[in-house]
C-alpha cells in the first residue's frame, strides 16, 4: 500500500495527459477538410485505427472492472488489496488511452504540417498521401494493365482516323475525375493517377527493350506523348532525388477556367510511371503548376523515393539515372 498515493499522482497526471490527446484531436477533427475527408484517411490508415480501437475497448473493459472493484471496497466485500488492484486498472486505463489517442494523433498530424496549416496544404497531403497508399498495393500486387484490348485502331476506324475532340476527352477525363470525387474523395483521382502510371510503365517497358540508353528511351516517350496530342513534355529541372517536367499545350487543362486545385491526374501518373522506369525508384508526382490554377503550363514534381521499384514481369528496369 505504500506506492499507493504515488500511483495516485500518475494516474492524475495521465489524466491531464488525456484531456491534452483529445482537445488536440478535436481541433484536427474541426478543419474543414479533415473532416470531409474522414473515409479516405481511414482508407488509407486503416491498421493503426483498427489497432486505436482495440485499445479503447482493453481500456475500456479495465474501466468497468476498476469500477467494479472500487464498489467493492465500498460496500465493505472482498480484501484489502482490492483497492490497490482497481487504482492499478485505472493506471492501465488511462495509459492505454493515452496510446490509443496518440496514435490517432500521429495519423491526423501526417496532414496538419503546423499550426495553423491552411485548407490547401492539408488537401494536398491527402492526396499525396492516397495515391501513395494505391501505388503501394499497386506494387504489392504486380498490377498491370493490358493494353491488347486497345486493338487496331486506324484498321477500325479508317475514316474517322485515330484522334477524337479534346473535348470529348475532357468530357470523359474530368467527368470521371469530377464524379468519383464527388463519391469518393481523393481515392477517385487516386485511381485515376493509377492507371496513368501503369499505361505509362507498360509503355516505357516497350521502348526499353528497343533503347538501352535511358535518354534516349526518354526523348523517345516525350515524341510519343507530343506526337499523339498529349501535351508538349519538357524537362526544366534535375537533381538527384527529383525531377520537374513541364506540359504545355495539356490535353487534359489547356484552357481550362481557374477553379483553384490542379486537375491533371492521369498526367501525374503517367510522369510517375515513366521515371519509375527510368530511375528503377519509386516515384510520387505533385502537380504545382496547372492551367486550373490560373497558369499557363502545368508543371509536375517528381520525387524519388529511396527504395528500388520492382519491375514489371517482362520488362527489363535499368540502372538509376545518370
Not at 479516405?40 to 474501466?63: C, K, P
Not at 484498321?155 to 470521371?176: A, D, E, I, N, Q
Not at 528511351?217 to 516525350?222: E, L, P, S, V
Not at 503548376?289 to 524519388?304: I, K, P, T, Y
Amino acid at each position: 500500500m505504500a506506492g499507493l498515493p504515488d500511483l495516485k499522482y500518475v494516474v492524475a497526471a495521465e489524466a491531464l495527459l488525456v484531456l491534452f490527446l483529445m482537445v488536440v484531436n478535436l481541433y484536427f477533427l474541426s478543419k474543414r477538410p479533415i473532416l470531409r475527408r474522414l473515409r479516405e484517411i481511414f482508407f488509407v490508415n486503416s491498421h493503426a485505427f483498427r489497432a486505436a480501437w482495440y485499445l479503447i475497448l482493453v481500456a475500456s473493459t479495465l474501466l468497468v472492472s476498476g469500477q467494479a472493484l472500487t464498489l467493492a471496497t465500498i460496500v465493505g466485500v472482498g480484501p484489502d488489496f482490492v483497492s490497490t488492484l482497481a487504482l492499478l486498472f485505472q493506471f492501465l486505463f488511462t495509459t492505454l488511452l493515452i496510446v490509443a489517442f496518440a496514435i490517432v494523433f500521429g495519423i491526423f498530424a501526417k496532414y496538419i504540417p503546423r499550426i495553423p496549416a491552411s485548407d490547401l496544404e492539408i488537401e494536398t497531403l491527402l492526396q499525396a498521401d492516397m495515391r501513395r497508399a494505391v501505388q503501394q498495393d499497386d506494387v504489392v500486387t504486380a498490377a498491370q494493365l493490358d493494353l491488347s484490348h486497345v486493338g487496331d485502331v486506324y484498321t477500325g476506324r479508317k475514316r474517322l482516323g485515330p484522334y477524337v475532340s479534346v473535348t470529348h476527352y475532357r468530357g470523359l477525363t474530368l467527368g470521371f475525375a469530377a464524379y468519383t470525387e464527388r463519391r469518393l474523395g481523393h481515392l477517385g483521382d487516386a485511381l485515376l493517377y493509377s492507371v496513368g502510371r501503369l499505361t505509362a510503365r507498360a509503355a516505357m517497358g516497350d521502348i526499353l527493350r528497343e533503347y538501352a540508353d535511358k535518354e534516349q528511351a526518354m526523348r523517345r516517350i516525350f515524341d510519343e506523348i507530343r506526337a499523339n496530342g498529349i501535351a508538349i513534355p519538357e524537362v526544366v529541372d534535375r537533381t538527384e532525388d527529383r525531377f520537374t517536367v513541364r506540359l504545355y499545350e495539356n490535353v487534359t487543362s489547356a484552357g481550362v477556367p481557374p477553379e483553384g486545385k490542379p486537375i491533371c491526374h492521369y498526367q501525374s501518373g503517367m510522369l510517375s510511371g515513366i521515371f519509375e522506369i527510368l530511375t528503377a525508384r519509386p516515384v510520387l508526382a505533385h502537380e504545382v503548376h496547372c492551367w486550373a490554377l490560373g497558369d499557363r503550363f502545368c508543371e509536375f514534381q517528381l520525387d524519388l523515393g529511396p527504395k528500388p521499384v520492382t519491375s514489371d514481369p517482362g520488362t527489363q528496369t535499368p540502372g538509376p539515372a545518370a
